[in-house]
């Protein structure tokens, strides 16, 4: 089971760090795939940034796309369409298209066919369900998509029977952990990271990587 490091924190939230090179050098050092977002300034720029913030050395996303390497297979949060453009290009200019997993594209009303074409093109989606995208047995049943980023907002809603369901149609099934919507902690949190991993998810996106690992040390 992989697990991602949400914005590249590794101990809990930290506004002061997360989405930063530093960041992201030291979850990849972990050997963890990160989960991180991209925004676009007015020049242009790429820029690691959950919300719009000016572009800094610290914080140039062309350059963690160049430098990513192959082992890797980190998820790209898509926070705009109108800079999806740039933002593939960038990926596929650093030659990295098989290393990021673009996201999120349902929060942003993104039609079915732009995902479709997008993939076309070479770069792998994955596809969101959660209580607001119910979308498990079409999904399932839906040949094209292969990666699923499942989500619990409210609270839990997953239970064996979707994970058995999606895995059994071949799906990788990422799983946001419910550290990053509402506080779970402690024994609440242990416990669900427990149910998923025994349920074969493919991954668990976290902002306690490190506590996620030292709980199952098969993770990686």
Request: with cysteine.
């Amino acid at each position: 089971m992989r697990i991602l490091a949400h914005r590249a924190l590794l101990q809990g939230p930290d506004a002061s760090v997360e989405n930063t090179l530093p960041a992201l050098a030291a979850a990849c050092a972990e050997q963890f795939d990160v989960e991180f977002d991209v925004n676009v300034d007015a020049e242009g720029r790429l820029v690691l940034s959950h919300d719009p913030c000016p572009w800094s050395v610290d914080r140039d996303a062309a350059t963690f796309l160049r430098r990513t390497r192959p082992q890797f297979a980190h998820a790209l949060n898509v926070k705009d369409l109108d800079t999806l453009d740039e933002l593939l290009a960038a990926v596929g200019a650093a030659g990295a298209a098989d290393r990021f997993v673009l996201f999120d594209f349902e929060l942003l009303d993104a039609p079915r066919e732009l995902l479709a074409e997008v993939q076309r093109r070479g770069y792998r989606v994955a596809h969101r369900i959660s209580e607001h995208e119910p979308y498990t047995a079409e999904y399932a049943a839906d040949a094209s998509v292969t990666m699923i980023w499942l989500d619990e907002l409210e609270g839990p809603w997953v239970d064996a029977a979707v994970v058995r369901q999606l895995r059994n149609a071949g799906k990788d099934v990422l799983y946001v952990s419910p550290d990053l919507h509402r506080r779970a902690e402690g024994e609440e949190l242990e416990r669900r990271w427990r149910e998923l991993a025994a349920w074969d998810v493919s991954g668990i996106c976290t902002d306690y990587p490190l506590k996620l690992r030292d709980l199952l040390p098969n993770a990686a």
